[in-house]
């Protein structure tokens, strides 16, 4: 099916924007199958496929097919991802409201980009280290898990208190600690976006960091360095590096490291 | 299959060079980007419905399989009599089955109905 030669314009699904005159990967399928295309204006380019009209089904292929195809275009070019699920009505709309009015804002972004990853960082705590750790330093904590422990099953509110306390003390360590890992770690970035909201128990970090490529080995070290420091109650984990999907923004403010 | 281990280097610092897990699929493509202004872009019913759903199954994979992983933990520290830990044991296990069952039916909504059937 050729869009020029159809009567109703063919929608076309965006990955991301490239320098123009970036040669796409050989033989990527895209979402739904369809291959990879570029469309150029004015430097930058647009990397499309074309998207079935009508009802689409999301398969977890779609989201893989998504995933590789800005990997592989990223592992030869410089690259600013589009969220998943980045449609257009068609080739024009792609030129006329989006490459065209912002190719400016888009080469900028570009260059700021280029010669970066983005390495996702999480570090959670070791539940049995971090609670023998909370329990052994709290005088109040420890007596009440003595008396939750004579009380039993009587020990009802008590071991709601006991748990509240915990939370408490657990939060405050979080906050000191996520700061701590977030300092040290920007220290050998470009620049960082944490996500402060993740609620999950043991969760203590998530963040993305910016990385020059070529310092990448000098983040691996510090990053190395505070994971074996803290390795009695921190377990960390480290993806990447990936296109820098979390720094691909034309929002003011979230540009202060150019 | 959502949570699978990665290559380790380590015991404190596991690496991977790419999310392989659903959630952390998810996490890297779903909500950051470069975003195209509103009015150009086409809603696709079927994205909108997992760009819903998918905050909802991350949230609750992560939490389910937490619990799950602590008190199948516990269970192994405790030596408390059998009974009660086949109890503890199979209730977390059975939830963090319906969360991955629930991350399957966000990725594929028109299969909802079905399950429901075969359970």
């Given at each position: 099916m050729s869009a020029n030669h159809t009567s109703s314009p063919q929608p076309v699904y965006v990955y991301g924007v490239v320098p123009a005159g970036t040669a796409l990967p050989h033989e990527t399928q895209g979402v739904a199958g369809r291959p990879l295309e570029l469309l150029e204006r004015d430097g930058v380019a647009a990397v499309v496929s074309e998207f079935p009209a009508g009802d689409f089904r999301v398969r977890r292929s779609d989201l893989q097919a998504h995933l590789r195809s800005v990997e592989q275009v990223f592992a030869q070019a410089t690259v600013a991802p589009c969220p998943f699920g980045t449609v257009l009505g068609s080739r024009a709309d792609v030129a006329a409201h989006f490459l065209d009015p912002r190719a400016g804002e888009l080469r900028m972004l570009l260059e700021r980009l280029e010669g970066h990853v983005q390495m996702n960082v999480k570090a959670e705590y070791e539940e049995e280290a971090i609670l023998r750790d909370v329990v052994a330093e709290d005088a109040e904590i420890a007596r009440l898990r003595e008396r939750t422990k004579?009380?039993?099953?009587?020990?009802?509110?008590?071991?709601?208190?006991?748990?509240?306390?915990?939370?408490?003390?657990?939060?405050?360590?979080?906050?000191?600690?996520?700061?701590?890992?977030?300092?040290?770690?920007?220290?050998?970035a470009a620049t960082s976006v944490s996500d402060p909201e993740d609620a999950a128990q043991l969760a203590v970090f998530k963040g993305s960091f910016l990385v020059e490529r070529r310092a990448l080995g000098a983040f691996d070290d510090v990053l190395d360095g505070l994971a074996a420091e803290r390795s009695a109650q921190l377990r960390f984990e480290v993806t990447g590096p990936l296109p820098p999907v979390a720094f691909a923004t034309l929002e003011p403010g979230v540009q202060a490291w150019a | 299959m959502a949570v699978a281990q990665r290559g380790t280097a380590s015991n404190y610092l596991q690496r991977a060079p790419s999310p392989s897990g659903l959630a952390d699929v998810l996490d890297v493509i779903l909500d950051k980007g470069l975003v195209i202004d509103a009015f150009v872009r086409v809603s696709v019913i079927g994205i909108e419905i997992l760009t819903i759903d998918a905050r909802i199954v991350i949230a609750s994979v992560d939490t389910y399989l937490r619990f799950a992983e602590a008190v199948n933990r516990l269970d192994l520290a405790q030596s408390q009599p059998a009974g009660i830990d086949e109890l503890r044991g199979g209730g977390s296990q059975e939830k963090a089955k319906g969360a991955l069952e629930g991350a399957k039916e966000a990725i594929t909504p028109g299969d909802s109905k079905k399950k429901e059937r075969s359970r």
């Open positions: 004579a009380l039993g099953a009587a020990a009802y509110y008590e071991n709601i208190r006991l748990g509240e306390l915990i939370t408490s003390r657990l939060a405050a360590r979080r906050a000191t600690d996520a700061a701590e890992i977030e300092a040290r770690l920007s220290a050998a | -």
